[in-house]
Every structure is written in structure tokens, then in C-alpha cells.
């Protein structure tokens, strides 16, 4: 069973732009949630959706956004990026019965 | 959320067994506890989950006392492939879905 697929891996824009993340979660499940990994902030929960609605939204601003399509993958995006968005984007998928999150690699988005 | 405090790192020689403990002191009766690794640059990986008492997978074990204010991963026999960085996490992402928050972690290193 192929796992949690994240595109792209790497990513460089500047200032201003956005970006848009792409998530595959493994097969069969319909709960995708993204996380982005800075080293001083850690870990932190930036959205979850379930049957393409948003279930559960972390404390980030309206730059951040997210959508899933019907095959559940999903996408986030974000607008006029600045510096301090440079991270580790996650994306983790589950069953709605199961208690276990499957995360991807990650894109790890740097932005100059 | 319950909040979790667990040491932000620890430092071990191959072949011994480490303990991490993990302080969750206002867990819900809901809330499952679980142990995730994550190696630089890749998402989180699940170790051991448990609810109560003692759960013993192939790579580690997970004890829980009664209370369930605390559990400890414990790590037998550690490699030095076992450096990586281990969260504590405590939480339910059945029902109301993914509300689940990463701590600090501890970054565990294992030296020859």
C-alpha cells in the first residue's frame, strides 16, 4: 500500500508569491491534516479536513488555506508568502476509526 | 488539548534501554497517548499508542500508570538509528477529528 505522497519535495519562491502543496494520503483514507515544522516553533497543526470539509483549523493566518477534493487528496495554499513561512509543510493522513496518524516527507519551502 | 512536558533531550550508548517519560497531567478520559519518531527532514512516525497499562509492540513499550498523568516509552537495546527526535502526544482524532498537538519532543542521540 503506497503511503502518504507529498509534491513537490523542494520548493524556492520569494517574497510576495504563493504556493500551492499538493497531498496524496494513503488509500482509503478520508481525514488529511497539514502541519508545518519551523526549528523554533516545532511542530504546529495548521488544518484538518475530512470529506472535503474543514474539521479542525490551527491558529494561522487567512494566508494559509486549504481545500480536498473528493478522492481526498488535498491542497494547501498560501498567499503572499513572506520570509518566516519558510518550513517543513506536512501532511498527514488517517482513518476516520483509527487513532494513528501517517505523515508524508514533507516540502520543505524556502522562501527568499 | 492536554498539554504534554517531556525533557528536551537525552543521551544513550548502543545496547542499552532508554526511557522517555512524558507528563500529561490534564488528559481526558478519551484521549489515547501516543509516541511518534521523527528523523531531520521526514514526517513523524507512529511508534506506540496506548490507553491504559502497558502496550508492547516489536520496537518499543508504552507504560501507563493508573492516573494516566504520565507514560513512559521505553526503547530496548538502542542503535545508533535510533537518534531521532520522539514526541509525546495525547489526544483523540476519532469524531470531532484531528485535534491532536505536537510538544517540543526530546531529541534523543545514541552514541557508540
Known amino acids: 500500500k503506497a503511503g502518504v505522497t507529498q509534491t513537490p519535495r523542494y520548493l524556492i519562491k520569494t517574497r510576495g508569491q504563493q504556493v500551492t502543496l499538493s497531498c496524496s494520503p494513503i488509500s482509503g483514507h478520508r481525514s488529511v491534516s497539514w502541519y508545518q515544522q519551523t526549528p523554533g516553533q516545532g511542530l504546529q497543526f495548521l488544518f484538518e479536513?475530512?470529506?472535503?470539509?474543514?474539521?479542525n483549523k490551527g491558529n494561522f493566518p487567512g494566508r494559509f488555506s486549504g481545500r480536498q477534493f473528493s478522492n481526498s487528496r488535498s491542497e494547501m495554499n498560501v498567499s503572499t508568502l513572506e520570509l518566516g513561512d519558510s518550513a517543513l509543510y506536512l501532511c498527514a493522513s488517517s482513518l476516520p476509526t483509527a487513532e494513528k496518524l501517517f505523515f508524508g516527507s514533507g516540502t520543505q519551502l524556502s522562501v527568499l | 488539548l492536554a498539554k504534554t512536558t517531556q525533557p528536551i533531550s537525552m543521551d544513550s550508548y548502543e545496547g542499552q534501554e532508554v526511557n522517555i517519560t512524558c507528563s500529561h497531567n490534564n488528559i481526558a478520559t478519551n484521549d489515547y497517548i501516543t509516541w511518534y519518531q521523527q528523523f531531520p527532514s521526514q514526517g513523524p512516525r507512529f511508534i506506540i499508542q496506548?490507553?491504559?497499562t502497558k502496550v508492547t509492540n516489536e520496537v518499543a513499550s508504552l507504560f501507563i500508570p493508573a492516573d494516566r498523568k504520565s507514560s513512559t516509552l521505553s526503547l530496548p537495546r538502542v542503535s545508533l538509528s535510533d537518534t531521532a527526535v520522539y514526541y509525546c502526544l495525547v489526544g483523540s482524532i476519532t469524531g470531532g477529528g484531528n485535534k491532536l498537538t505536537f510538544g517540543t519532543g526530546t531529541q534523543l542521540k545514541v552514541e557508540l
Open positions: 496506548g490507553y491504559k
Open positions: 479536513y475530512f470529506s472535503e470539509t474543514q474539521r
